[in-house]
Every structure is written in C-alpha cells, then in structure tokens.
C-alpha cells in the first residue's frame, strides 16, 4: 500500500493577520496533493492552492519532481516551524476530518532505584570508616598546626581504630582501601616532617644533668654565699654542703632558660610518683633526698631510655644485672616506677655498706662501685671531694654529684631560686591486682571499660599486651576497677583469659554480627556462652567471645625478618604487642619497614652476667677534664689505701659500669 507523507504549512496573511494553514500530501504514485487545512478561511486557502497548482502545471513537473519538491517542502517547513507559536485554534473554526497530530509526550524522570538496606556488617563498617577520618582529619589539623606529637596520637589512633575493630581489614574492600589510604596518608607526612626534624617523633627532653653536661666552671660569690645562707635553714637527711662547684650548678639552673627550664619540668613530674617514692625509701631505710638521683638520672620519667648504652627506667639500670628486676619477653620491670624505685632503694643501700659515704654512694651508682673503690684505692682518700679535685673521676661522675646537691637545695627553697611556681602533676593513682594467671589487656580493657592507652601507661613494664604465663603479676588498673575487673573476670575461664574477649550487646548485635566482628563461628560463640544458634541476644548484656590466642614468643618469634607489604601496624598486630613497643624496641620513627629488615617482636630474655657500658657515652679515663679548685673548707685528710674490696663489677677500661652486678648474696633481698 502506497505511504503518504502528511504535514501542514502554515501561511501569514490576510487583513486579520492570522495565521492559515493548508494541508500538503506527498503521494509516492500521484505526487503533490494539496488540501485545505483546519482553521483559516476558505478563501486564502484557495489562493494557496491554485498557486501550487499553476507552479507546478507551468515547471511540468513530473512525479519523481513532485516528490523532490515535497520533500524538500516537508524540510523547510520543519525547520522553520516555530514552538513558540503555537496557539489554540478561533472557536468558529469548522472541524476538519483530519486525524489530529499525536501529542509529543513530556518526558518523566526517571525515578533512582532505592538502594538495598545496609547489612549490619557494612554498617559497622560505615561508622567505623567516619570514625578513622575523624581521628585522621584531627591529626592532620595537628600536624599543619606544628603539633607533631598530638599528630602522631590520632594518627595511630586511626590505625588502631581499624585494627582492634575486630573486622577482617583484607576481606572488605571499602575498609582496606580506607586503610591503605590512610597509612599511606600518615607515611607521606611523616616523610614531609622528617625533612625538617625528627618525624612525629619528639625529641626527648634532657634531662637536668644533660643539659648541664656543657657547663663552664663559673662561681658567682653572690650565688655562694645565698646558697650557704639556705644550707642552714635546710632540712636534709643527706650531709649536705655547698661549695663552688655545687654553687656553679645552683645558678645554671636558676638563672639560665635551658637549666631552669629542664629543673622545672622534673620537679612537676615528680608530683606523679613522689609519694609512692617517699614511701618506699621510708621502708628501705635509705634518706628521702635520694629521691633527686631521678633529677640526674631521667627526670622522673619512667619510660627514658639511653639509645646507646640501653639503660631504662627512672633509675636508668642496665639491661643486664641482677637487682631484683624481671626481665623476660613479657615484662622489664625496670620500667615499673614502684618496683624498680624499690630495687634502686636496696642497691643505693647496698653501695652506702660496701663504701660507709653518701657522695662517693651516689659517684658508685654512675660510675660503678669497683670503679671508685679502685679511685680510693689509688689516691688514698675515701672522699669524693678529694677524688674530683685530683681528677681521678670521670667528668660525668664529677658533675653527677654537685647537680644533685644543688637540686636538693632548690627543692628545698624553690621561691628563692625562681621556682616560685611549680605545678606538680597529679599522682598515679591505681587500683592494682595481683593475679597468678595470664591476661590480654584487650580483655582486661573490654571488662573496665578503659582504653588501652591508658593500661599500657598505667604498666609500662608490659613488652606485649598480655601478662605473663605461669607467674604473679601486679595488674594496675584505674582508681576504682578492681572491683568490676574481679566480678567480670571470674566468668572467663582461667585458661582462656589470655585470649577471650569480652562483648557488650547493642541493640542491632546478634549472634552471627558478633561472630563476624571478632572472626569466630557461630556454634562456638554459642557454645562459649550457653546458647542455641538460633537464639537472639536481646536481653543479655555481654557476650563472651572465644577469640583464639596469640602466638607465645620464642627463640624463633623474638626476631622476625620484614616481608613485602609488611608495616609496623600489621607487624604488631601479628604478633600481639603495640606500635610504640616496636618502635621503641627497634629505634624507628614511622610505621614503614623495608622488606628483609630484622626486628624484635618481643623483650630479650635475661642475660645473668654482669654487663657495663657508659650512660651517655663518656669514656672514664679518655674523658677531657679540667683542674678544679680546693674545695673551700675541706677537711679532707690522707688514709691508708683501703683494704681490697672484691669488687662486685668489672674494670674494662673506657667503660663505666652502670649499676654493677650484686654479689652472691643478693643485696635487694630483704
């Protein structure tokens, strides 16, 4: 059947200026019919239609004409058709029987699918996500503000966040990529601030007699005689005296910023630990102004560690000796403030029987007992003023005592000195348990509800996050949770407390979210707690969850050997300790390790023969010294030489024996 081509042109004219239509008709077989369309008068439509009737009968078109020629009509009429012209047909109009134009449909939008509800595992992971920026986003603020060490708690923060979560990081794609990204985010700015110091790192603060190592011999009369003044009202259990060289470091640290400033912050962390230290040298039998040995040694911070000789702790002992101090791939007790204060008390006591002096006690536990016995013995006086005036201790053993005496002074009269006011820091204060079975702290802070910052803080004897197999233990929790931490723990069994975790029910957890979240099968969640598989959780308000344990350290997990891929967050959570154990333990600043690297996983096992290395470095008999003065007022005489002492360290030359090995008759025994 033939197809025809309809349209309508429309024409302007007339003396009512309307617009007309006519009706045109491309026939493939008859060409070009033309036909009145609806709405204009039936006149100009007649003028238009013989005037396309005479056109196309005077140009004899031929039909393949016509159709070029309607087609072309059809084109133009198109192109020029007008949208904003169309108006509503006159109401006199006479209906045409022409079949009406179909109406264009307006296009709908089209509505976006309704996403499927999250599961309870994505919504998990949503929250935990928003939870990571947040601490991202603070440490960057921190970071950009010049607050590295604020930076580098969120930051590690962020990490932790992801791995304590208990989601498997690697079996999610949204959470692993959130994590490379924000390691990766952490390593770059670490980098950035590595060009310009020493990471997100601080440096460690000196301690006061580090930052007095470099002062001159310089006496101010006025300083001397203030000083003097002071003695006399100065109440001491220690034989105190004052003279140019203790005066020399009186007015280092009162009247230099560097001296002040470093006296200053040891005297406000001594509020944390001054009573517990008091306390303990009133049961050890020893004078209380013993307590500013800390001032030298590390400042009362109970964390300080000396880089290259390795002693740790507030006391600074060495890493090999016996004190009384545990040392194994769980615990160094050298860094526990109460019982490495206790183990000091004892030794100091031990040194003040085998020497009968204060002063030439305090030079021993620097320098080393037989290192100033054989000092006495060479020179004949058992005095240490005597020993410094004739150069016979080494130039840090010589500063060791004067800087203790002149912090005791000051502490004693701190307004006349420009420490008028001094902050202390508020005391630990503790609930502690001693438990006789093993521990995780993660379990121990799911069942306080405390974080795991401020466990770690509050034992810092732990190397890894669980305590000890097979021995008691001194657990310090925060004031106040003994109480809960006995009650909530009895409903664990003791051979699962090293692993088990403890779950508060939300109101969205059930049985299969929670085994999701901490990696375990269904039945043996159920199982752990007395219940079917089918069963809800409403109504209860903890789980416990059968995690599995972490691996026990051995000869053969103490060093592990980098891989690809490896980072110091994945590394600790393998092995089950923290980021700061293994950085500590390895001497690194960020959380990158190059493949192949060895690093210690976990504390070195006790090694029983003495061992001495010089605190900071300086040699005994190679040390630059200068002559001093007489001591003014010295009453010093000759003696005998001493009768020879065994002495309980070695004398290797250029080495200094840090706190030497105790006898056979262990002195920190009671």
């Avoid at 134009?101 to 699918?113: D, I, K, M, N, R």
């Avoid at 310090?476 to 931490?485: E, M, N, R, T």
């Avoid at 407390?497 to 109101?507: C, E, K, M, T």
């Avoid at 409403?538 to 050997?561: K, R």
């Amino acid at each position: 059947m033939p197809i025809g081509i309809t349209f309508h042109m429309r024409l302007a004219g007339g003396p009512d200026l309307m617009q007309h239509f006519i009706k045109l008709r491309v026939h493939p077989q008859r060409g070009l019919e033309i036909s009145p369309g609806p709405g204009p008068p039936a006149r100009l439509q007649a003028i238009a239609y013989h005037w396309l009737r005479a056109m196309g009968s005077r140009m004899r078109l031929g039909r393949m004409w016509y159709r070029t020629f309607g087609c072309s009509v059809l084109a133009l009429s198109l192109a020029g058709c007008d949208p904003s012209g169309s108006k509503s047909a006159p109401q006199n109009t006479t209906p045409q029987t022409t079949a009406p134009a179909l109406p264009t449909p307006s296009p709908q939008p089209t509505a976006a699918p309704t996403p499927p509800p999250l599961t309870i595992e994505q919504q998990r992971v949503k929250v935990l996500i928003e939870q990571v920026e947040t601490a991202y986003a603070q440490g960057e603020s921190n970071y950009r503000k010049g607050r590295l060490a604020d930076a580098k708690v969120e930051f590690d923060r962020a990490v932790d966040l992801m791995l304590a979560s208990g989601i498997d990081i690697k079996g999610d794609s949204e959470l692993q990529d959130e994590f490379d990204r924000i390691v990766d985010g952490v390593n770059a700015l670490e980098m950035e601030a590595l060009k310009e110091g020493n990471g997100f790192v601080p440096k460690e603060e000196l301690t006061p007699a580090d930052a007095a190592s470099d002062v001159t011999f310089e006496v101010d009369p006025s300083i001397v005689a203030k000083a003097k003044a002071d003695l006399a009202t100065t109440k001491s259990d220690l034989p105190l005296v004052v003279n140019d060289y203790v005066a020399t470091y009186i007015n280092f640290f009162a009247n230099t910023q560097r001296g002040h400033n470093t006296l200053l912050h040891s005297f406000q962390r001594a509020g944390r630990y001054k009573a517990m230290i008091q306390s303990v040298m009133a049961e050890e039998g020893v004078p209380q102004d013993l307590i500013y040995l800390a001032v030298a040694e590390s400042g009362f911070q109970p964390r300080a560690r000396n880089r290259r000789s390795g002693a740790g702790g507030m006391w600074q002992f060495m890493p090999r000796g016996n004190y009384g101090l545990a040392r194994n791939a769980y615990v160094d007790e050298r860094f526990d403030p109460e019982k490495s204060t206790r183990a000091y008390a004892r030794y100091m006591k031990f040194i003040y029987d085998e020497l009968g002096d204060w002063y030439l006690s305090m030079a021993s536990y620097d320098w080393g007992t037989g290192n100033v016995q054989r000092a006495v013995e060479k020179t004949g006086y058992a005095d240490f003023w005597e020993l410094y005036k004739r150069n016979n201790l080494p130039r840090e053993t010589r500063n060791y005592v004067p800087e203790i005496l002149a912090a005791i002074i000051i502490a004693n009269h701190p307004a006349q000195y420009g420490f008028d006011e001094i902050a202390l820091d508020p005391p630990v204060l503790t609930d502690t348990v001693t438990i006789n079975y093993q521990v995780d702290l993660r379990l121990v802070s799911d069942l306080v509800g405390a974080p795991m910052d401020e466990l770690m803080a509050l034992n810092p004897s732990l190397l890894r996050l669980v305590t000890p197999p097979d021995a008691s233990f001194d657990l310090h929790l925060p004031a106040g949770a003994a109480a809960l931490f006995t009650e909530r723990i009895a409903a664990i069994p003791e051979s699962k407390r090293n692993a088990w975790r403890y779950h508060r029910v939300a109101a969205e957890d059930t049985l299969a979210s929670v085994a999701r979240e901490y990696r375990v099968t269904i039945a043996d969640l159920a199982a752990a707690n007395q219940l079917n598989e089918s069963d809800g959780v409403a109504g209860l308000q903890a789980l416990l969850v059968p995690t599995p344990p972490s691996a026990a350290p051995s000869a053969s997990t103490v060093l592990y050997t980098a891989r690809r891929g490896d980072t110091l967050v994945t590394i600790a959570d393998r092995f089950g300790v923290s980021l700061d154990q293994l950085r500590r333990w390895n001497n690194i600043a960020g959380i990158r390790v190059e493949p192949g690297r060895r690093l210690r996983v976990a504390g070195a096992a006790n090694v029983p023969h003495a061992y001495r290395h010089r605190r900071r470095g300086a040699s005994a008999s190679g040390a630059k010294t200068r002559e001093a003065a007489p001591a003014k007022g010295s009453s010093a005489q000759p003696v005998a030489r001493a009768s020879q002492k065994k002495s309980s360290a070695s004398g290797a030359k250029n080495t200094r024996a840090r706190k030497p090995a105790a006898p056979a008759a262990d002195p920190t025994a009671k």
